[in-house]
């Protein structure tokens, strides 16, 4: 498994590098057969560290944690105990729902666009209606059942998930809407 650990305006030391890998190693031998690559980078908040974690497997689900601390390693402790949790979670829901995966998850390539805000008061009319796009990057579409695709999007902690059904093999959305609920369009 591959580690990245980094710090934005902040020096790493080498015993935290250590430190991190194998706690964080730990965690993820202990729920994750085969995971990949791990992301952690520590920051700086106002007075607080802030760890963030990303955990790539290869089924191609991604967990996601993020913790703050007045300390940089309770920062990392918090997060590991995120990442925990968020692992014992989608192992538990893998073992209950989702026996029969045989091969990891399919990605298909897609484009995701950021397109600008507009400043404009209401009784204004736009000179186009054409958006202004700020980035344009790659993205990945998973395919997933409509069950994965949820846990997928918990895990993220992301309030929308695009993906490909594999029972029906057309795009579908997941989201979390504004009750709390989970909605999934269907086209």
Known sequence: MRYQVSGKQIDIGNALQVHVEQELGAVIEKYAQRPT????????SGHEFVCETVVHLSTGLTAQARATANEIYAAFEG????MDKQLRRYKRRLKDHH???SEPVALFGA????LAAEEQSEESEPESLQPIIVAEMETKIPSLSVGEAVMQMELAGAPVLVFRNEGKDGLNVVY????????????
């Open 99 to 101: 026996k029969d995966r």
């Open 79 to 82: 997060c590991a105990e995120k």
């Open 37 to 44: 690559d791990a992301l952690v980078v520590f920051s700086r």
């Open 111 to 114: 484009s995701s666009y950021i």
């Open 176 to 187: 979390r809407r504004e009750d709390g609920n989970i909605g999934w369009i269907d086209p």
